[in-house]
């Protein structure tokens, strides 16, 4: 489908599903009109250029010297081609335009031809030009100058910047509400001690609050990703769009979105088994290919027991990601996090020279939401034992929590979104 890019400029092209079982919408109609009334037959000539990639920073100054003209990580299958229009065509100018295939609404009455964008990467971008002269269109590349001195030297027509844009949609789910029992870690003779429906003043920092785990949030996840030219959408889980249903054995479900996962205070490890197998007990869309990506994100309660920050010197850890395994997770891309341990670090969090937390438990459920989905993209959390690794500061929450400043977190640079975008499929 074609929709303009206001991130970019021009119009954005995703050549994906548009549904989880739907076909692949990745062709387009080239329509051509003449500068003049044809008396003999013309052939026009047209081909795919690749010109600088803005990535979304408005420019190609931000360590991206690299990114200019012939950038793209892919080629679309078909990069050149001709149309003839016959003789006595009343075409007043010359003039390409690019539609989407199956458009319905008004269109240019003129020539036409079908051309596939099938790059699967985000970013990349084509201009189609335009020319009587085959040999004119046979320049090697069209970057931002050569795009001034190709206009100031041809009589061509050329289409709007077409850059790939590609969806991630994320099904958003949750642990069930616990109950009172000592199975789900709320034994009634506690209440008051360790656990309560709220926290008290002066909490313990061995307290639990009972309360169902929420969802996790995608605010932040939705705008950094607009940079990366991906847009994020959260699956409706509603009764009418069971067509998208998939379940683990690729059958069709009639109505049965499962949203809500058994309820675990605690897990039993950090196997990626272990949040792949909660996870599949309300997954509904369970297909993640080049041409759709989804990712389960779960709201969960608390990862293993010494990682909760229910004690001194205990790791907080607030999510888990669940990479894709051909044996284990064959469809990758499931994220659990843990809100309890979230909200308690939001109230209770120290560093290790005594710096006390500075976000609340929405600000942190946001940024690890994009922190662990990153991760699906090949990004590695900070470790100052390999310092060749940097990924930027969102993979390394002690430079968010102590902290109030958000854009050098959620901004995206250009190196993370080469990143980004060199990845066909969520890992």
């Not at 030297?153 to 289409?159: G, K």
């Not at 993640?288 to 989804?294: I, K, L």
């Not at 902290?403 to 979104?417: G, M, P, Y």
Request: charged share 15%; hydrophobic share 35%.
């Amino acid at each position: 489908t074609l929709s303009p890019d206001t991130v970019n400029q021009g119009q954005r092209v995703f050549p994906e599903k548009s549904t989880p079982n739907g076909a692949i919408e990745n062709k387009f109609e080239l329509v051509f009109k003449l500068e003049t009334a044809a008396t003999d037959s013309v052939t026009l000539y047209y081909k795919f250029f690749d010109p600088d990639n803005f990535i979304g920073l408005g420019n190609n100054d931000n360590n991206a010297s690299s990114w200019t003209g012939g950038d793209n990580y892919a080629t679309s299958s078909i990069t050149t081609g001709s149309i003839t229009i016959a003789a006595g065509a009343t075409n007043k100018a010359l003039t390409v335009v690019v539609y989407s295939d199956g458009y319905t609404g008004t269109k240019l009455t003129a020539s036409a031809t079908t051309i596939i964008i099938d790059t699967a990467h985000a970013g990349d971008n084509f201009i189609v030009v335009v020319d009587t002269d085959q040999a004119k269109t046979n320049v090697a590349a069209l970057g931002t100058t050569e795009a001034t001195r190709y206009k100031e030297t041809h009589n061509y027509a050329q289409t709007e910047l077409l850059t790939v844009w590609r969806t991630l949609w994320m099904e958003l789910d949750q642990m069930a509400a616990p109950t009172v029992t000592a199975t789900d870690g709320f034994a009634l003779t506690d209440q008051g001690t360790t656990w309560d429906y709220t926290a008290p003043v002066n909490e313990p920092m061995n307290f639990d609050v009972l309360a169902q785990p929420v969802k996790p949030n995608i605010t932040l996840l939705t705008a950094a990703m607009l940079t990366a030219c991906i847009e994020v959408k959260e699956v409706s889980q509603d009764p009418e769009n069971w067509i998208w249903i998939v379940d683990e054995n690729d059958n069709l479900s009639n109505g049965g979105w499962r949203t809500e996962t058994p309820f675990v205070h605690n897990l039993p490890n950090a196997n990626v088994s272990t949040v792949t197998n909660i996870g599949s007990l309300s997954r509904d869309i369970n297909i993640n290919t080049h041409e759709f990506w989804t990712i389960q994100a779960i709201g969960g309660y608390e990862a293993e027991i010494m990682k909760d920050y229910d004690a001194p010197n205990e790791l907080s850890v607030f999510g888990y990601r669940a990479p894709r395994y051909a044996n284990i997770n064959p469809i990758g891309g499931v994220i659990m996090i843990f809100q309890e341990t979230i909200r308690d670090f939001a109230v209770t969090g120290i560093s290790a020279n005594s710096t006390s937390c500075l976000r609340t438990s929405n600000q942190i459920n946001q940024l690890v939401t994009l922190h662990e989905t990153l991760h699906t993209f090949g990004f590695v959390d900070h470790n100052p034992n390999n310092p060749n690794i940097n990924d930027g500061d969102i993979m390394n929450a002690s430079t968010w929590l102590y902290s109030v400043d958000t854009d050098h977190v959620v901004k995206l640079n250009a190196e993370q979104i080469k990143k980004i975008q060199a990845n066909t499929m969520i890992q």
